[in-house]
Protein backbone atom coordinates (compact mmCIF):
# COMPACT_ATOMS: atom_id res chain seq x y z
CA UNK A 1 0.00 0.00 0.00
CA UNK A 2 1.27 3.71 -0.56
CA UNK A 3 1.07 6.15 2.01
CA UNK A 4 -1.90 7.82 0.35
CA UNK A 5 -3.85 4.84 0.56
CA UNK A 6 -3.06 4.85 4.62
CA UNK A 7 -4.16 7.99 5.07
CA UNK A 8 -7.15 7.88 3.21
CA UNK A 9 -8.19 4.39 5.22
CA UNK A 10 -6.94 6.76 8.45
CA UNK A 11 -9.11 9.84 7.62
CA UNK A 12 -12.12 7.63 6.56
CA UNK A 13 -11.48 5.14 10.51
CA UNK A 14 -11.18 8.69 11.94
CA UNK A 15 -14.85 10.02 10.96
CA UNK A 16 -16.43 6.14 11.77
CA UNK A 17 -14.97 6.73 15.40
CA UNK A 18 -16.26 10.23 15.53
CA UNK A 19 -19.51 8.76 14.73
CA UNK A 20 -19.51 5.70 16.97
CA UNK A 21 -18.02 7.10 20.11
CA UNK A 22 -20.66 10.28 19.65
CA UNK A 23 -23.21 7.30 19.61
CA UNK A 24 -21.78 5.17 22.51
CA UNK A 25 -21.85 8.06 25.07
CA UNK A 26 -25.58 8.97 24.24
CA UNK A 27 -26.54 5.31 24.99
CA UNK A 28 -24.30 5.75 27.82
CA UNK A 29 -26.02 8.68 29.91
CA UNK A 30 -28.72 6.65 30.48
CA UNK A 31 -26.78 3.81 32.32
CA UNK A 32 -25.29 4.31 36.20
CA UNK A 33 -22.00 5.75 36.65
CA UNK A 34 -19.88 2.60 36.67
CA UNK A 35 -16.40 4.70 38.01
CA UNK A 36 -18.52 5.93 41.16
CA UNK A 37 -18.00 3.04 42.95
CA UNK A 38 -14.63 1.05 43.49
CA UNK A 39 -15.56 -1.71 40.73
CA UNK A 40 -12.62 -4.30 42.02
CA UNK A 41 -13.76 -7.73 43.28
CA UNK A 42 -13.26 -6.91 46.88
CA UNK A 43 -15.13 -3.46 46.41
CA UNK A 44 -17.84 -5.45 45.03
CA UNK A 45 -18.17 -7.54 48.12
CA UNK A 46 -17.61 -4.90 50.61
CA UNK A 47 -19.79 -4.35 53.96
CA UNK A 48 -20.30 -0.39 54.02
CA UNK A 49 -22.09 -1.57 57.84
CA UNK A 50 -18.59 -1.37 59.35
CA UNK A 51 -15.63 1.65 58.36
CA UNK A 52 -12.54 0.24 57.51
CA UNK A 53 -10.66 2.91 59.57
CA UNK A 54 -12.01 6.45 61.68
CA UNK A 55 -9.34 8.74 60.36
CA UNK A 56 -8.60 12.25 62.47
CA UNK A 57 -10.04 15.28 61.05
CA UNK A 58 -7.95 17.79 62.84
CA UNK A 59 -4.52 17.85 64.80
CA UNK A 60 -6.31 18.79 67.84
CA UNK A 61 -8.04 14.93 67.72
CA UNK A 62 -4.77 13.54 67.18
CA UNK A 63 -3.39 15.22 69.96
CA UNK A 64 -6.14 13.89 72.24
CA UNK A 65 -6.67 10.27 70.52
CA UNK A 66 -7.43 7.32 73.56
CA UNK A 67 -7.41 4.57 71.31
CA UNK A 68 -6.30 1.81 72.75
CA UNK A 69 -2.64 0.60 72.89
CA UNK A 70 -1.80 -3.08 71.87
CA UNK A 71 1.27 -4.45 73.45
CA UNK A 72 1.66 -6.85 70.80
CA UNK A 73 2.01 -4.85 68.17
CA UNK A 74 6.06 -4.08 67.34
CA UNK A 75 4.83 -0.43 66.27
CA UNK A 76 2.32 1.77 68.03
CA UNK A 77 0.39 3.18 65.60
CA UNK A 78 -3.37 4.39 65.21
CA UNK A 79 -4.30 1.93 62.67
CA UNK A 80 -3.66 -1.18 65.11
CA UNK A 81 -6.05 -3.22 62.85
CA UNK A 82 -3.88 -2.73 59.81
CA UNK A 83 -0.35 -3.52 61.00
CA UNK A 84 1.70 -6.48 60.41
CA UNK A 85 1.58 -8.25 63.69
CA UNK A 86 -2.12 -7.82 63.44
CA UNK A 87 -2.02 -9.96 59.73
CA UNK A 88 0.29 -12.71 61.22
CA UNK A 89 -1.63 -13.24 64.56
CA UNK A 90 -4.77 -13.40 61.94
CA UNK A 91 -6.72 -11.27 65.07
CA UNK A 92 -8.22 -9.28 62.13
CA UNK A 93 -12.04 -11.06 60.38
CA UNK A 94 -12.53 -10.03 56.88
CA UNK A 95 -16.46 -8.63 56.83
CA UNK A 96 -17.84 -8.73 53.81
CA UNK A 97 -21.62 -8.65 53.01
CA UNK A 98 -20.87 -12.50 51.33
CA UNK A 99 -18.62 -14.93 51.82
CA UNK A 100 -15.50 -14.10 49.64
CA UNK A 101 -12.99 -17.01 50.91
CA UNK A 102 -14.02 -20.34 51.49
CA UNK A 103 -12.93 -19.59 55.40
CA UNK A 104 -15.45 -18.03 55.77
CA UNK A 105 -17.80 -21.12 55.52
CA UNK A 106 -16.74 -21.60 59.19
CA UNK A 107 -18.53 -19.34 61.29
CA UNK A 108 -20.79 -17.04 58.97
CA UNK A 109 -23.84 -18.23 60.96
CA UNK A 110 -24.24 -17.80 64.33
CA UNK A 111 -24.00 -21.40 65.99
CA UNK A 112 -27.50 -23.65 66.19
CA UNK A 113 -26.98 -24.54 69.71
CA UNK A 114 -24.59 -22.79 72.60
CA UNK A 115 -22.91 -25.79 73.40
CA UNK A 116 -21.36 -25.99 77.38
CA UNK A 117 -19.58 -28.91 76.81
CA UNK A 118 -20.34 -30.63 79.96
CA UNK A 119 -19.88 -27.16 82.22
CA UNK A 120 -22.65 -25.82 83.21
CA UNK A 121 -25.59 -28.97 83.56
CA UNK A 122 -26.89 -29.88 86.35
CA UNK A 123 -28.04 -33.20 87.79
CA UNK A 124 -31.04 -33.30 86.04
CA UNK A 125 -29.96 -33.83 82.96
CA UNK A 126 -28.25 -36.90 83.48
CA UNK A 127 -31.23 -38.00 85.65
CA UNK A 128 -33.85 -38.06 83.17
CA UNK A 129 -31.27 -38.68 80.04
CA UNK A 130 -29.80 -41.99 81.47
CA UNK A 131 -32.35 -45.12 81.80
CA UNK A 132 -31.70 -47.09 84.84
CA UNK A 133 -34.39 -49.41 84.65
CA UNK A 134 -31.46 -52.69 83.69
CA UNK A 135 -29.96 -51.80 86.78
CA UNK A 136 -30.75 -54.26 89.58
CA UNK A 137 -29.78 -54.85 93.29
CA UNK A 138 -27.80 -58.40 93.79
CA UNK A 139 -29.57 -59.06 90.22
CA UNK A 140 -33.38 -59.83 91.67
CA UNK A 141 -35.74 -58.52 89.09
CA UNK A 142 -38.06 -58.02 91.56
CA UNK A 143 -36.63 -55.09 93.14
CA UNK A 144 -36.74 -51.46 92.27
CA UNK A 145 -33.97 -50.26 90.41
CA UNK A 146 -31.33 -47.86 92.00
CA UNK A 147 -31.96 -44.57 91.46
CA UNK A 148 -28.91 -42.14 90.51
CA UNK A 149 -26.88 -40.15 92.72
CA UNK A 150 -28.01 -42.76 95.99
Given at each position: ??????????????????????????????????HKIRNGYFGY????????????????????????????????????????????????PLRTRWMVRS?????????????????????LYHRDAMDCS?????????????????
Open positions: MTKDECEAFKTKVHTELKFTYADANKRCASLPDLFKDERHPVSKEHGFTYDQLKDNSVFDPKNPKETFHIRHTEGMRKRCAVSQAYGWLPPIDDPKLGFGRGNHIMVGGNRSSAPIAPGS
